[in-house]
């Protein structure tokens, strides 16, 4: 069974510094990673997409990397601002041959904080 | 930008009785999924439907639940004899294609029983 770890689960950071969350999982037999933000009581935003046979994805100030054989991602962002302040989802999609037909399975997210 | 979209944004009801959350899907899409996320807990799966039938399903998803894509563009949950912990954030998500694709997500139902 999938399992899916994110790290750290807070992080408090001065605006304007890089920072980096982790994204663990325990079966490598996936079709993608999607990052997620999600602010608090709202839905979930897709940041990026990063397909197994890519390393890395980018936009704008994000940057996704994706190492499948040993089950981690990351999400790099650069210069971080108050308005970056959400919590992040990662998940993962199953390649399970024809018998997934999908679904995702999530961390349970870094809540991000920048402050001024 | 093509977008899910969902109905109500806030429910709230009585235990026991019957919910119907709404979702449309993005038009040209042919997989769809409900999640939910209790308070303070992961997002989890709880269904997906392809092709008019249920094609997978977890442990969540008991008697209490069904699903139906009524005509050419909605697709429901409906959660009979609601209980207390069914009180959650609830997400529809659709995706084009099975696999290697992207899957989007509506904003959500947050799901009050009391």
């Known amino acids: 069974k999938q399992e899916v770890t994110q790290i750290p689960a807070a992080l408090s950071v001065p605006e304007g510094e890089n920072l980096v969350l982790n994204c663990s999982f325990t079966?490598?037999?996936?079709?993608?990673l999607q990052w997620f933000r999600q602010d608090p009581g709202k839905g979930l935003t897709s940041l990026l997409l990063?397909?197994?046979?890519?390393r890395e994805q980018t936009s704008g100030r994000l940057n996704a990397s994706l190492d499948k054989s040993s089950g981690r991602s990351t999400l790099y962002i650069a210069a971080s601002q108050p308005g970056d302040s959400a919590t992040y989802l990662c998940?993962?999609?199953?390649?399970?041959?024809?018998?997934?037909?999908?679904?995702?399975?999530f961390g349970q997210g870094t809540i991000l904080t920048v402050h001024p | 930008e093509p977008e899910v979209t969902q109905t109500p944004s806030h429910q709230v009801t009585q235990m026991g009785q019957e919910v119907i959350l709404r979702c449309v899907p993005i038009?040209?899409?042919?997989?769809f999924y409900w999640y939910r996320q209790i308070l303070g807990q992961k997002v989890e799966f709880l269904v997906s439907f392809y092709n008019n039938e249920i094609s997978e399903k977890s442990e969540i998803f008991d008697d209490q639940f069904s699903v139906e894509r009524p005509d050419g563009s909605n697709f429901t949950l409906k959660i009979r004899s609601t209980k207390l912990e069914d009180s959650a954030m609830y997400f529809c998500?659709?995706?084009?294609?099975?696999?290697?694709?992207?899957?989007?997500f509506g904003q959500g139902t947050r799901l009050t029983v009391v």
């Open positions: 079966d490598s037999a996936i079709y993608n």
């Open positions: 998500a659709s995706s084009e294609r099975e696999g290697n694709t992207e899957a989007f």
């Open positions: 990063i397909q197994s046979s890519q």
């Open positions: 998940a993962v999609r199953q390649n399970a041959g024809g018998t997934s037909y999908g679904k995702l399975t």
């Open positions: 038009s040209n899409h042919l997989y």
